[in-house]
């Protein structure tokens, strides 16, 4: 016969822990295999996201994975060039959010932050609204452009007074892998730096902003909310 306190507690883990835990569970799955979001704090991404927005991930959007792994169940798409992505970094495994821009297959080459895909110079225009980024201290002003990945028209910020990676030889993509790029072409870590990205550790696509806090002063950036990702 069991005493009264091991009764309090069997009643307890059926009615109270017990539905909790399924309800916990539940929900870290379907962060994990289905829908989440990701804070920016960097500046990696700029104009197009901003440090202090956080971003909603579909993880759907290409294919459904085993919860906590990265074990494909089914796929029904690949990333395209263009999108922006979440994934680990081959470097140290750290969740990044950067721009697709070799596929498979692809030859690519830069030479002064112009990009050349497959023998093709990606073209380049200035753009016609004015777009937000972190203020610079430099003494040239950062330049916004407007590129365009297989008619998909987005910004990317250039700083003419940095010594960066804008230019590297002739590479080819493996098969499996892609190559990925931050729109702030002089101050991201990405593909330059660390290599191809194999298509596995590709965790979904960021589609939109879902709310944005300007980063030192946390007030709302409100024309932000919601904004869809190009």
Same mark, same amino acid.
């Given at each position: 016969?069991?005493?009264?306190?091991?009764?309090?507690?069997?009643?307890?883990?059926?009615? $109270?822990?017990?539905?909790?835990?399924?309800?916990?569970?539940?929900?870290?799955?379907?962060?994990?295999?289905?829908?989440? $979001?990701?804070?920016?704090?960097?500046?990696?991404?700029?104009?197009?996201?901003?440090?202090? !927005?956080?971003?909603?991930?579909?993880?759907?959007?290409?294919?459904?994975?085993?919860?906590?792994?990265?074990?494909?169940?089914?796929?029904?798409?690949?990333?395209?060039? &263009?999108?922006?992505?979440?994934?680990?970094?081959?470097?140290? !495994?750290?969740?990044?959010?950067?721009?697709?821009?070799?596929?498979? &297959?692809?030859?690519?080459?830069?030479?002064?932050?112009?990009?050349?895909?497959?023998?093709?110079?990606?073209?380049?225009?200035?753009?016609?609204?004015?777009?937000?980024?972190?203020? $610079?201290?430099?003494?040239?002003?950062?330049?916004?452009?407007?590129?365009?990945?297989?008619?998909?028209?987005?910004?990317?910020?250039?700083?003419?007074?940095?010594?960066?990676?804008?230019?590297?030889?002739?590479?080819?993509?493996?098969? &499996?892998?892609?190559?990925?790029?931050?729109?702030?072409?002089?101050?991201?870590?990405?593909?330059?730096?660390?290599?191809?990205?194999?298509?596995?550790?590709?965790? &979904?696509?960021?589609?939109?902003?879902?709310?944005?806090?300007?980063?030192?002063?946390?007030?709302?950036? $409100?024309?932000?909310?919601?904004? !869809?990702?190009?």
């Amino acid at each position: 016969m069991k005493s009264a306190p091991k009764k309090t507690l069997s009643s307890l883990a059926k009615g $109270w822990i017990y539905p909790l835990a399924i309800a916990l569970l539940i929900a870290s799955s379907f962060k994990s295999a289905i829908a989440d $979001w990701n804070d920016i704090p960097t500046g990696s991404m700029e104009p197009t996201i901003l440090p202090g !927005d956080r971003v909603f991930v579909n993880k759907l959007a290409y294919d459904l994975k085993v919860p906590y792994t990265t074990w494909t169940v089914a796929k029904w798409g690949e990333p395209q060039r &263009g999108d922006i992505v979440v994934f680990f970094s081959p470097e140290d !495994d750290k969740r990044l959010v950067k721009r697709v821009v070799g596929l498979p &297959g692809d030859r690519l080459s830069m030479v002064d932050n112009q990009l050349q895909i497959n023998g093709e110079p990606i073209v380049y225009r200035k753009p016609t609204e004015i777009f937000e980024f972190s203020p $610079w201290q430099g003494p040239l002003l950062p330049r916004v452009l407007i590129e365009n990945l297989s008619g998909y028209p987005h910004p990317v910020l250039l700083h003419p007074d940095l010594i960066s990676r804008n230019s590297f030889e002739p590479i080819r993509v493996p098969e &499996g892998n892609y190559f990925m790029l931050g729109d702030n072409r002089d101050l991201s870590a990405d593909s330059r730096f660390f290599g191809f990205v194999p298509r596995d550790q590709i965790v &979904g696509q960021a589609t939109s902003i879902v709310i944005s806090r300007e980063k030192s002063f946390r007030s709302p950036r $409100w024309d932000r909310f919601f904004k !869809d990702l190009i």
